[in-house]
């Protein structure tokens, strides 16, 4: 249990107030000092400046030996502008990846662009442009806001997709796959988009059958495509999710992919099949095989179902006109339509014999809830469990019986019971979908399911007296996923480099061809499905092999095609002949930290895994496939595996206001904001309905994170982003609260100007340290000094102790959560508010303690000048810019007598500018001391907020809230005063005190105060 809410309105309201009244305290005390006013938007420009200036924008200087960090947030598309959900997601990397700068590693942190698809062509068209050139433009654009949120990104590894430079390897890899048997050709029924006029994959039609771009409903249609053969990795992608699992992937993620890839053990049944005389067709077709995850169920089976794809289905419609109609109209029946078309002189033989010693003929029919893309496009019909099948049974066979042949295991001493299913009797016409008895011939004979030995030789036998035709079994997995279909009628995407000869078929287009350039168009050229089968000096060409006229493959590529790889070139992103070089791969792959959207979790990151395990098993491109050893010499994640970890932001939903009667979503001009807290309709003066819905367009809801920038500055921006919500929750965006963070720098910028020293104090320090003041410890001779009394002895000690506490606390704190704890960012936000607010409370409490003799009073300046070295260094990832100002202040102060150390973002600037030093390490040895020691601070006990007494508690050292509330409440039940308010037996919330219930209990300030909120 942590000790205070992830985060929420309530409580981030409540932090901001108790905030302001320390704020308004250090505001009264700093009156008579000058202090120059924040320009954020300067001090932005400035930084960055020196960034680009000394080249280190997005990597920290390499040392041999230093260990390597690859932190990468998924590329954008080039919109031409940032929203909310790219700020959040670049913040979220670019605090990761400065954190792991200062730490001391290689850093790779690179930004490219997602340039190829449909979204940039409609938009070309729209706007009667070529679309690479609105592509260049937005990437400028977008380039420009990247930079300006303060992101430290490798500029020298940026690419776009649409670069032939670029895409020239994604043909390679496709030639690579096409040469391993892994990239073919087929005729297949396909996905189309009647709106964006080209196919779609399975994955990109969702579940009412809508086009996931275009929102379009989608028609099927037969044509020739190209498939990347992904079922060939399916078993290796499933079984190494739990490698993924055990790296931290994200639980959803993992439940998302096992479903998708699906794989399903079971059987395939063979049953003869029996054509009348009359019966037109082509078929040589002798049997249906049928997969079935239920072998249990076989004796219930009442009838086949074919999908109106299955081979049969297609030859028995070439003579059949009205089956021929039915396909066409399944096009516009509902997902779940129960219709079906009987296929007339069509039997297959029920595989059990009936005590007279017939087997009943069982109908076939084409359904259209059977896929075509799962198992053999054929199942098994048994009504009497399955919904499905019972409602297809029901609506063509209307009131006729069903036996049960599957009952539940009965308690011990009674019989299962096999029901009848009938309509218009009590709960006896609903299937029993459950495992459990199997019923056999024979009166009262049953056998569970799990004794069945699933051999041909011994389970059907068991199951009942077999005829002659009866069907032939055999065991199958079948996986979900389908191939992965690449093909698209579009123009703005990686053309695939393949030439089609009459005589010698598809041939690969040479190595050393590569690129196949898009031809130039103009816009009047665009539109209207695929432009590149009419550029007739495109498409017409000469056999690589024979030299014989020969035509271009017009399709292009998926954009999936281009992500599925992007990670491996900004690792080596000038090499002009390979993809990647092995040495390169092996030194950068995997992936440390991933960072995107969860929206991401099944097409991106399966179609990425797949490429990886592909270039890491069938090519020479990536040797080690991510091998590694702990320290511990144990191997680590490998596998071809591209991710170590991932990390998965939720969307950000903007404040939308509607109409209170109507409903209607109303612009931001339509409402009075000028009490943001109670907004009103300009036009009635009535309330609006507040909400937080995803942005959009059509709800008046989008914010543009660029003038919030502009307003409030970078470093303001990202703190509120991270302090507004755990990365993994839906964050409501409220740019009025943000003042709140601007409050805090200022009064960290109070702070750093506050520690001033004159030369008479740089001496005292100096000489009475071994070393420099910002690294030192304020070492003392308080206790052998005779003018000092015990008391003062002590007061002076202990303030020491209490400054090194609260440094030494915080840097464990933040250090933890960036760490292993990386989805609460916001908890960073608001540790460094509690540091700020400890070293402003500690300040004024050694002035007020005026100990005799200047040095002392020195010493503990000193020393809280380090504590705030400290809180910029911790600040830095978050506040890049702001923190840099901040530590120049501190150098100013010091009047250059004491020097930095060499730093990470800007180092090697003179004395006129500032440097971030290294990342503070804690010292657990003295943060336990220092718990110890202070651990006399009184608990003070409320029950709803009535103070009932103060015990001394020593809760030792807490690097995490979680478990503190259960830790205080074991402390007192340890103390006199504790056992008597709680008693033994309490445990915690939902217990009594006295006899009335403990609805909640608060833990603020590390254990200071508790409080019991119980029932009045």
């Known amino acids: 249990m942590r000790s205070f809410p992830r985060y929420g309105p309530l409580w981030t309201r409540a932090f901001w107030a108790f905030s302001r009244r320390a704020e308004s305290r250090d505001f009264i005390r700093s009156a008579s000092t000058t202090i120059p006013k924040i320009n954020f938007a300067e001090i932005d420009a400035k930084w960055r400046r020196k960034w680009e200036e000394n080249a280190l924008a997005s990597s920290s200087p390499s040392s041999k030996g230093a260990k390597k960090e690859y932190v990468l947030p998924m590329f954008p598309y080039p919109s031409g502008s940032l929203h909310l959900g790219h700020l959040r997601v670049y913040t979220i990397a670019d605090v990761l990846a400065r954190f792991k700068q200062m730490q001391g590693s290689h850093v790779i942190h690179a930004m490219g662009w997602d340039a190829f698809g449909l979204p940039a062509e409609n938009a070309a068209i729209e706007r009667g442009v070529d679309p690479s050139e609105w592509t260049k433009q937005n990437i400028i654009k977008m380039r420009e806001q990247l930079t300006a949120m303060n992101g430290s990104w490798d500029w020298q590894r940026e690419f776009a997709t649409c670069d032939p430079y670029f895409y020239k390897h994604t043909q390679r890899l496709f030639l690579l796959l096409y040469e391993n048997g892994l990239a073919y050709q087929a005729n297949a029924v396909v996905n189309y988009d009647p709106v964006d006029k080209t196919v779609l994959a399975n994955e990109q039609v969702d579940a009412n059958g809508l086009s996931w771009r275009s929102g379009a409903k989608v028609e099927k249609k037969e044509l020739k495509q190209w498939f990347l053969r992904i079922t060939s990795f399916a078993s290796q992608l499933y079984q190494d999710l739990d490698l993924l699992a055990a790296n931290g992937w994200p639980s959803r993620v993992l439940a998302q992919q096992r479903h998708w890839l699906g794989p399903s053990k079971g059987h395939i049944l063979r049953f003869d099949l029996a054509l009348s005389e009359n019966l037109r067709s082509d078929s040589a077709a002798t049997e249906i095989k049928v997969f079935t995850t239920r072998i249990d169920t076989l004796r219930g089976v009442k009838f086949i179902g074919l999908s109106l794809q299955h081979p049969i289905v297609r030859e028995l419609a070439v003579h059949d006109a009205k089956l021929r109609e039915f396909i066409t109209d399944a096009a516009t029946f509902a997902p779940d339509s129960k219709d079906g078309y009987l296929l007339p002189g069509l039997t297959v033989k029920y595989p059990f014999l009936s005590p007279s010693g017939n087997a009943p003929d069982l109908p076939v029919y084409a359904v259209p809830y059977v896929s075509a893309d799962y198992g053999t496009g054929a199942v098994m019909g048994v009504p009497a469990h399955d919904t499905r099948d019972h ?46 008895l199997v019923q056999l011939p024979g009166e009262d004979a049953s056998i569970h399911e799990k004794q069945l030995n699933f051999d041909q030789s011994i389970t059907l036998k068991r199951m009942g007296e077999l005829h002659d035709s009866s069907p032939h079994m055999e065991n199958a997995t079948f996986w979900r996923i389908r191939d ?183 612009k931001s001009e339509e409402v009075d904001l000028s009490d943001p807290s109670k907004p009103t309709l300009k036009s009635t003066g009535e309330t609006p309905t507040v909400s937080f819905q995803k942005m959009s367009k059509s709800k008046y809801n989008g914010v543009d994170p660029m003038l919030t920038i502009d307003e409030y500055g970078a470093d303001v921006t990202r703190a509120h982003m991270l302090f507004q919500a755990p990365v993994d929750e839906v964050l409501e965006w409220d740019d009025h609260s943000i003042v709140g963070v601007e409050r805090w720098f200022y009064r960290i910028w109070r702070l750093v100007h506050s520690l001033n020293f004159t030369e008479e104090e740089l001496s005292i320090w100096l000489n009475n340290n071994d070393e420099q003041p910002h690294v030192a410890n304020a070492k003392s001779s308080a206790a052998s ?65 005026n100990l005799p003799g200047r ?109 503190l509330v259960d ?19 309490f445990k915690g919330e939902g217990d009594a005190i006295r006899g009335k219930k403990v609805c909640r209990i608060v833990v603020v300030k590390g254990g200071q105060l508790v409080n019991f909120v119980v029932e009045k």
């Not at 029901?394 to 029901?419: C, T, W």
């Not at 202040?889 to 003179?910: E, H, M, N, S, Y």
């Not at 007192?972 to 008693?983: D, F, I, P, V």
């Open 391 to 436: 409602a297809f049974w029901r609506k063509h066979y209307g009131n006729e019986e069903l036996q049960s042949v599957i009952a539940p295991v009965p308690r011990e001493g009674e019989r299962p019971e096999f029901p009848t299913l009938k309509p218009g009797t009590n709960n006896h016409d609903v299937p029993y979908t459950g495992r459990g």
């Open 484 to 666: 992965w279909l690449i093909s698209r009628q579009r123009y703005w995407g990686t053309p695939i480099p393949i030439i089609h000869c009459a005589d010698c078929g598809p041939v690969p287009v040479l190595a050393s061809d590569l690129p196949v350039e898009l031809p130039k168009l103009s816009s009047s050229q665009l539109g209207g499905g695929n432009p590149l089968d009419d550029i007739h000096d495109w498409v017409n060409v000469s056999c690589p092999q024979c030299d014989r006229p020969a035509k271009r493959e017009t399709d292009t590529m998926d954009t999936f095609m281009d992500s599925s790889w992007y990670f491996f070139r900004f690792a080596d992103p000038h090499n002009s002949e390979l993809p990647i070089s092995p040495k390169a791969a092996d030194a950068a792959l995997p992936v440390d930290m991933y960072i995107g959207g969860v929206e991401h979790a099944i097409l991106h990151l399966l179609y990425a895994r797949f490429i990886a395990k592909f270039i890491h098993s069938k090519t020479a491109l990536w040797p080690s496939g991510g091998d590694r050893n702990d320290e511990d010499g144990n191997q680590v994640l490998g596998h071809g595996e591209p991710f170590r970890r991932l990390i998965t932001q939720e969307m950000v939903h903007g404040k939308t206001f509607t109409h209170p009667t109507t409903g209607r979503f109303l």
């Open 785 to 849: 000094d005779s003018s000092l009394s015990k008391e003062e002895v002590q007061r002076f000690q202990r303030l020491r102790d209490e400054g090194d506490l609260y440094e030494q606390r915080a840097i464990c704190l933040v250090t933890k959560t960036l760490q292993t704890n990386v989805t609460s960012l916001n908890t960073i936000v608001s540790d460094l508010i509690k540091y700020t607010n400890e070293l402003v409370a500690h300040q004024i409490a050694f002035e007020k303690a």
């Open 855 to 963: 040095k002392y009073n020195v010493l503990l300046k000193a020393a809280l000048s380090r504590q705030v070295s400290t809180l910029c260094r911790l600040l830095a990832p978050v506040a890049p810019a702001f923190a840099e100002e901040c530590m120049g202040v501190l150098q100013q102060g010091f009047k250059t007598r004491v020097t930095f150390k060499d730093g990470v973002f800007a180092p090697g600037i003179d004395d006129t500018g500032s440097v971030i030093q290294a990342w503070p390490e804690y010292d657990r040895a003295q943060l336990e001391r220092l718990e110890k020691s202070l651990a006399g601070s009184k608990c003070t006990v409320q029950v709803n907020g009535k103070v009932k007494f103060a015990v001394q508690l020593n809760l030792g050292v807490q690097e995490k809230r979680d478990g």
């Open 967 to 985: 830790l205080v409440v074991e402390k007192l039940k340890q103390t006199e005063e504790g056992m008597s308010l709680l008693g033994k037996g």
